[in-house]
T-cell receptor, first 111, second 114 residues
Framework: DAKTTQPPSMDCAEGRAANLPCNHS???????VYWYRQIHSQGPQYIIH???NNETNEMASLIITEDRKSSTLILPHATLRDTAVYYC????????????FGTGTRLKVLA | DAGVIQSPRHEVTEMGQEVTLRCKPI?????LFWYRQTMMRGLELLIY????????DSGMPEDRFSAKMPNASFSTLKIQPSEPRDSAVYFC????????????FGPGTRLTVL
């Protein structure tokens, strides 16, 4: 079973920040938080990952709480092309390479 | 880079037929994953390989499914005999173990078994 909990759906106005939460209360010390998204029926796309520090790349920012039991993916200026299902996954970075995908959050960006 | 290549993109077959799905990972990647996605069960990992060696096939649903990776640039997922409940989108993904382990997914093969 997935070790994460996400809201099933969210809406966001175009141009505004989209904040997608994820709970991972049973995360272990050596497990990273990964975010992927799946646009329509395409293959999932890697967005970002982190261990305990906040991370930022050209796509998004990842904010991880100090106790690491939850995190938030931030799309700073959402566009219609960001409409997708967003998956939050926790896993170790070495050894076992399995991802267990949950049901994700279906983000709809509204014009 | 062409990314992960999967073929065919669409496959329609009749129950009982053999189906072979193909995947070419990104050059230089040394892990390869096969996933299945359905509306009911979501995205499920079937099997993965590290350095062409199968590591975990616990997600393979039954003996009708088999996967091989004869070399670093090619893998197959075979279903024999196929059944209507095998209808799904099958994704292949690859990654570089020593990197950040982010996986790069192919476009998928949509399989319909009549």
């Amino acid at each position: 079973d997935a070790k994460t909990t996400q809201p099933p759906s969210m809406d966001c106005a175009e141009g505004r920040a989209a904040n997608l939460p994820c709970n991972h209360s049973t995360i272990s010390g050596n497990e990273y938080v990964y975010w992927y998204r799946q646009i329509h029926s395409q293959g999932p796309q890697y967005i970002i990952h982190g261990l305990k520090n906040n991370e930022t790349n050209e796509m998004a920012s990842l904010i991880i709480t100090e106790d690491r039991k939850s995190s938030t993916l931030i799309l700073p200026h959402a566009t219609l092309r960001d409409t997708a299902v967003y998956y939050c996954i926790v896993r170790v970075a070495t050894g076992t390479y399995k991802y267990i995908f949950g049901t994700g959050t279906r983000l709809k960006v509204l014009a | 880079d062409a990314g992960v290549i999967q073929s065919p993109r669409h496959e329609v077959t009749e129950m009982g037929q053999e189906v072979t799905l193909r995947c070419k990972p990104i050059s230089g990647h040394n892990s390869l994953f096969w996933y299945r996605q359905t509306m009911m069960r979501g995205l499920e990992l079937l099997i993965y390989f590290n350095n062409n060696v199968p590591i975990d096939d616990s997600g393979m649903p039954e003996d009708r499914f088999s996967a091989k990776m004869p070399n670093a640039s090619f893998s197959t997922l075979k279903i024999q005999p196929s059944e209507p409940r095998d209808s799904a989108v099958y994704f292949c993904a690859s990654s570089f173990i020593e990197g950040g382990n982010e996986q790069f997914f192919g476009p998928g093969t949509r399989l319909t078994v009549l």
